[in-house]
């Protein structure tokens, strides 16, 4: 079942490599470079968010990499919302 109080974020969501259709939701100048899922961690514990990793799973369209994906409480903001603020983070960690 669906759970609406949470949103998953996958590495490849914030990787500039990536092509829209390959999965990446944000503009190229707010992603990086291949962004691991243990920056993607830090990114999000850094803006305090809530959070649950599970390491071992594959992007469905890119089943054959395993990266994981990371759970994130939403608390009231939009998924766009958070994946802004954890691509910014995420620039900032790159630097």
Do not use: H
């Not at 514990?45 to 992007?59: C, H, Q, T, V």
Request: glycine share 6%; net charge positive.
């Amino acid at each position: 079942m669906r759970r609406k109080d949470i949103v998953i974020l996958w590495p490849v969501y914030f990787d500039s490599s990536r092509t829209r259709r390959e999965g990446r939701r944000l503009p190229k100048k707010l992603c990086v470079n291949s962004p691991s899922i243990i920056i993607l961690e830090k990114a999000v514990k850094n803006l305090g968010l809530d959070s649950e990793i599970s390491p071992e799973s594959a992007y469905p369209r890119l089943p054959w990499i395993k990266m994981g994906f990371i759970m994130v409480k939403k608390g009231g903001k939009s998924k766009s919302q958070i994946l802004k603020e954890v691509a910014s983070e995420l620039k900032k960690l790159s630097i």
